[in-house]
């Protein structure tokens, strides 16, 4: 009786962990293209001369990165992601790493989540300061010379956070603090895929740190990829 | 020790002074039309309060090489002439001086602050913000667009606030990271601070004027060499004050022609 | 009747508890000792700040072993921030400032000795003297907060220009907490100077000694009471402007902050206010300030030197003639710190006058001291060298006064070396050797017991050398236009410099390692020091009249009566070659 008991509960886990394994491998894809409609802002060329260490790095100059676009109307730079529907996610240990290069961020954009470290690497030869625009979590401005080493941070709460680099004025770029593990930012095609979704009702969420938000809901039933798009207005100016 | 003291203060005097006996002191060259005034004025300064440095230091320690730990029961004695001779010394030696620099110095002063610019001197507006200088020029129209504080947006490069949708004059407007300019040109600065205070400096110019928030101030100049010179700011913005910089590119006339062409096919 | 009932009333008994007689003390005496006592932590503090700013300016990338224990934030790895450099200066200027060069000569020295030179029995209101120093006590720890806060000390330099100080952390670290703490600090600092200063012209005017005119009074006295004169006038208009500064940051008024400023990107919700007021309200403060830490040096080295060279000044009238007119001409000349600042410049040349004519009764004092060296017996002690120092140190800061008087020059060296080597000549080191002067001149006095001379001599050469070494080149690399206020110097330019920022950063840490030989020998001396006779340096002055360290009343309760002026030397005394202020005997000139 007890050993009938203890196998039928030891089979009961394996089903639940299998399942829950199919869950995790397979489960449902929502992926798509993210493009634009109208004329967007040239992207304009950014002057570094004030910084000759970074300058000398560019043969050609860099160009401003706030409208990213690709072939085909692609939009990149664009955070899509599961806004209602999923469960919050525990934070992994791995750390986001956001590196200054050339005085340009690298990522531009960077999505990570709640809480997870995000590890902050100065590649120049110049001390950049860095400093989140955050207006639900805790803002904050440190500099980091050239030679020291990178630095953690971590922030509690779901926000887009501009970053900027007072001491290089064209510096920017975004956090996406985001509360699962469900997102993707879109790449130079526009494409993005988000897989791994329990089957369950989604609102997904396109964020373009100029063209603004997007929502689409989703229904996941099984083991199937949705194809959803996203498409923002662009202005010249 | 009262020796020992006379030695070491005439041997500091000494050195200390060496350099601008010798003229031996490092100063960058003077690239503007009005500088060679306030170099005048300095050197000026520097033999009048170089000879007051070393007359006062070397006296001083002759007096206490002098009259320092003499013998028990030696004489006290006061200077000829007592009071009276040092405030009527004074008077002479520090009241000429304060009148001659006083009234002289005047002149290299009126050189930048009391001549208006020429009226066909080019206009540049500096706009200074924490932590990097940028320069607007009217473009082909020649004329500036309005500033919008609430739309600047300087990741796209937006630094002064311009509204090209909605304002035409401003979307010809050239901005760049360097102050060009023509050679043997005079030129309009018009000043402009975006937040703090900061400061407009350039060695070789003889400028230094600071951007003070709210009140947009003007500076004219005339660079008489071409190069590259170093635009810094001195009035303390905060933790990049350091590194605010920029470059004033002096060109020639048909350089400083294609700059604006290359520039305005930027825009 | 009514006599005995006045005398009645000033009689206070000695305090009888720990507390009373030791902290919360009325007596000027213990009150004076405090002020100094809180100096000497804000010197080693302000020159230990000033060792990690030279360090990181000489070897920018070199970690300091424990400096990411003060502040993570500041020094990630022990290398320096560009803010923590700022907060490090603008800490270094405030305490200096603030704390060393008003609280030592004027509050410490002047509390102590003021009263007992005129023959009074302690200060006309030693309640409000008592409040003075607590109130800048608690100025002080919440400066010092501002090390341990997550925002850092602030980073807008002691003369915290509007709107940087203004805005709040949008402007950067430590312009948050760190600059609130400032204001809050200089403000309840205001308050302390005010109570001060009101406290030393009414003592100074009621409460003299039978016979002591105000022209018998020391120099010394004098120099404490102009300077208590300025800084009443003068910390009255810092406290309301920093009173302004604080509503503005946060009380969202605009007194400083005009319209349109973006910070960070953020548009700030102000509009009306002027940068420029705030400069004219602190410079009309931080002029001032300059002769309000001067002065009384001045005074105590006439004291010394006099002491020293057995004979009175050529003319002490003129001596203290001419610390009226500068104090008098100090209100004229603020002008002088914004030439390039925006201000009309026609009013440049109005301040350029009164400020080029300062240069005369300063000179007519420096003239008086060198002539009365003549035919002197001057005796070389630890006092009378740091005396002759402050007379150098005057001298040579002075002679650079002549070029930053001068708009037109002061367009090329305004913000460079070129000033900082000016200002830490004339006002703070010149003034420290004041201070150090009357020290080891009065120590004896202060604590019963002599310092050791031959490690005071020691401490004079080191210092006296060693701050032309740091100071002299600071000329040079301004005229040179080296930019001051940099955390590091990032310019093509300044590369040919930098072995003289060397040079100069191993003479600062070898000459701050001199001050150490002070402060054991103050420590040591307080303890184990040779007991100290009544009158040491056979000096005239009252101070001298009363026994070493000075009863709780100063004059065991006996009303000096004064016959002479202050300085009688160079006589047939019946104690030697000098005469008491006190002493009844006549005046014999040999």
Redesign the interface.
């Given at each position: 009786m007890r050993a009938k008991l203890v196998s039928m509960t030891a089979a009961a886990a394996l089903i639940f962990a299998a399942a829950l394994l199919h869950a995790r491998a397979g489960g449902g894809t929502v992926s798509g293209k993210v493009t634009y409609e109208g004329t967007p802002a040239k992207p304009k060329p950014i002057d570094m001369s004030k910084e000759p260490s970074c300058a000398k790095q560019h043969p050609t100059p860099v160009m401003t990165e706030t409208v990213v676009t690709g072939p085909n109307n692609s939009l990149e730079n664009v955070v899509v992601y599961i806004s209602a529907g999923a469960p919050d996610d525990a934070a992994p240990s791995q750390a986001a790493t956001f590196d200054q290069k050339g005085c340009q961020y690298i990522p531009h954009v960077l999505a990570f989540q709640v809480n997870q470290p995000l590890k902050v690497v100065n590649d120049d030869q110049t001390s950049h300061n860095i400093h989140p625009l955050a207006k639900i979590n805790h803002e904050w401005n440190k500099s980091q010379p050239p030679g020291t080493p990178p630095f953690s941070e971590k922030f509690g709460k779901s926000e887009f956070i501009p970053v900027k680099c007072n001491i290089h004025p064209w510096m920017h770029g975004n956090f996406a603090v985001l509360k699962n593990s469900h997102y993707a930012v879109s790449g130079g095609d526009g494409s993005f895929s988000l897989p791994n979704l329990p089957p369950g009702k989604y609102t997904v969420t396109a964020w373009h740190e100029s063209y603004g938000e997007q929502t689409q809901e989703v229904t996941i039933t099984g083991n199937e990829t949705k194809a959803v798009s996203f498409i923002f207005k662009a202005k010249p100016y | 020790m009262g020796k020992l003291f006379g030695v070491i203060l005439t041997i500091i005097a000494l050195v200390s002074a060496y350099p601008i006996v010798t003229h031996k002191y490092v100063q960058p060259e003077d690239i503007s039309t009005h500088g060679h005034a306030i170099d005048e004025q300095l050197s000026d300064t520097m033999a009048e309060s170089g000879f007051a440095f070393l007359g006062s230091q070397l006296l001083l320690a002759f007096f206490v090489w002098k009259f320092s730990e003499r013998k028990a029961g030696a004489k006290i004695s006061n200077i000829p002439g007592g009071a009276k001779l040092m405030v009527v010394a004074a008077f002479i030696l520090i009241g000429t001086e304060v009148l001659a620099l006083g009234v002289l110095g005047q002149k290299a002063w009126a050189n930048v602050y009391f001549t208006a610019p020429k009226p066909d001197a080019m206009q540049v507006q500096a706009q200074a913000g924490q932590f990097a200088f940028y320069f607007r020029y009217s473009g082909p129209d020649g004329k500036f667009g309005a500033i919008h504080p609430d739309k600047i947006d300087e990741g796209n490069q937006n630094f002064f606030g311009l509204d090209p949708a909605n304002d035409v004059e401003s979307r010809d407007d050239i901005v760049s990271g360097e102050l060009a300019i023509p050679v043997n040109r005079e030129i309009q600065l018009l000043m402009h601070a975006k937040d703090v205070g900061h400061s407009f400096y350039v060695r070789e110019l003889r400028i230094q004027q600071d951007f003070v928030p709210g009140l947009d101030l003007s500076v004219h100049f005339t660079a008489t060499k071409t190069g590259k010179y170093e635009i810094v700011c001195t009035q303390l913005c905060g933790l990049g004050h350091y590194n605010m910089k920029a470059y004033l590119n002096v060109l020639s006339q048909e350089d400083f022609e294609k700059w604006t062409k290359q520039k305005i096919s930027e825009q | 009747m009514a006599e005995a009932s006045v005398q009645q009333a000033h009689v206070h008994a000695p305090p009888e508890s720990f507390i009373r007689k030791n902290v919360f003390s009325l007596d000027h005496k213990t009150i004076g000792k405090q002020y100094y006592g809180l100096a000497l932590v804000a010197v080693f503090t302000g020159m230990a700040l000033s060792w990690l700013m030279r360090f990181h300016l000489a070897w920018?990338?070199a970690k300091i072993a424990g400096l990411e224990l003060l502040s993570k934030?500041g020094a990630?790895?022990g290398?320096?921030?560009?803010?923590?450099?700022?907060s490090l200066l603008t800490m270094h200027g405030t305490l200096m400032v603030f704390f060393v060069l008003t609280n030592a000569p004027f509050a410490g020295f002047g509390n102590y000795f003021l009263p007992i030179q005129i023959g009074a029995e302690d200060m006309a209101f030693p309640r409000f003297n008592m409040m003075s120093f607590w109130v800048t006590f608690v100025a002080f720890l919440v400066l010092f907060t501002a090390f341990f806060i997550p925002d850092g000390p602030p980073?807008?330099?002691w003369?915290a220009?509007a709107?940087?100080s203004a805005?709040g952390?949008d402007?950067?670290?430590g312009?948050g907490w760190g600059q609130n703490l400032w204001a809050i600090s200089i403000s309840l600092f205001c308050i302390g100077q005010l109570l001060g200063s009101l406290n030393f012209i009414s003592t100074t005017l009621d409460l003299r000694a039978k016979g002591m005119t105000l022209m018998r009074m020391p120099i010394c006295t004098w120099a404490w009471f102009i300077t208590s004169c300025i800084g009443l006038l003068a910390f009255a208009v810092l406290l309301p402007a920093c009173l302004l500064l604080i509503l503005d940051r946060m009380a969202g008024t605009s007194f400083f902050?005009?319209?349109?400023?973006?910070?960070?990107?953020?548009?700030q919700n102000h509009a009306g206010?002027?940068?420029?007021l705030w400069q004219h309200l602190f410079w009309f403060f931080g002029h001032p300030e300059v002769y309000i830490a001067i002065l009384p040096a001045m005074g105590i080295v006439s004291h010394v030197l006099i002491t020293s060279?057995?004979?009175p000044?050529?003319?002490a009238k003129?001596i203290i003639y001419s610390m009226m007119s500068i104090g008098f001409l100090s209100w004229m000349v603020w002008g002088h710190h914004m030439f390039?600042?925006?201000m009309n410049?026609f009013s440049?040349?109005l301040f350029?006058?009164p400020t080029?004519?300062i240069?005369?009764p300063a000179?007519?004092m420096?003239?008086?001291w060198?002539?009365?060296?003549?035919?002197?017996?001057?005796?070389?002690t630890s006092a009378s060298?740091f005396a002759?120092g402050f007379?150098?140190m005057f001298?040579?800061g002075g002679?650079?006064g002549?070029?930053l008087?001068?708009?037109?020059?002061d367009?090329?060296l305004?913000?460079?070396y070129f000033v900082v080597g000016h200002f830490h000549m004339v006002m703070g080191v010149a003034a420290i050797f004041g201070i150090l002067s009357g020290t080891y001149f009065w120590f004896p006095k202060m604590s019963g017991r002599m310092m050791n001379e031959t490690l005071g001599?020691l401490h004079f050469?080191i210092t006296?050398?060693g701050t032309?070494c740091i100071f002299?080149p600071f000329h040079?690399l301004g005229?040179?236009?080296n930019?001051?206020?940099?955390?590091?110097?990032?310019?093509?330019?300044m590369a040919?410099?930098l072995p003289l920022h060397k040079f100069i950063t191993i003479a600062a840490l070898i000459t701050g390692a001199g001050q150490f030989i002070f402060l054991y020998n103050l420590i040591h001396s307080r303890f184990r020091g040779k007991p100290a006779p009544q009158n040491p340096w056979n000096g005239t002055s009252l101070e001298w009249s009363i026994p070493s360290p000075p009863p709780w009343n100063n004059f065991g309760g006996k009303h000096p009566v004064v016959y002479h002026d202050s300085y009688q030397?160079?006589l047939k005394g019946s104690k030697g070659?000098y005469v008491m202020q006190d002493s009844p005997e006549q005046i014999v000139t040999?």
């Open positions: - | - | 920018p990338n934030a990630p790895g290398v320096i921030t560009p803010e923590y450099y700022l980073t807008s330099g003369t220009y709107p940087l805005v952390s402007a950067g670290p312009l902050i005009p319209a349109g400023l973006v910070l960070s990107d953020r548009l206010g002027s940068p420029l060279m057995r004979k000044l050529l003319s003129v390039v600042s925006g410049p440049s040349l350029s006058f080029l004519t240069t005369i000179t007519i420096t003239l008086i060198l002539g009365s060296l003549y035919g002197a017996n001057l005796q070389i060298l002759l007379v150098s001298v040579s002679v650079s002549f070029f008087a001068q708009p037109s020059i367009i090329y305004h913000a460079t001599k050469w006296f050398v032309y002299m040079y005229m040179a236009g930019v001051r206020r940099y955390s590091s110097f990032v310019d093509d330019f040919p410099l030397y160079g070659d040999e």
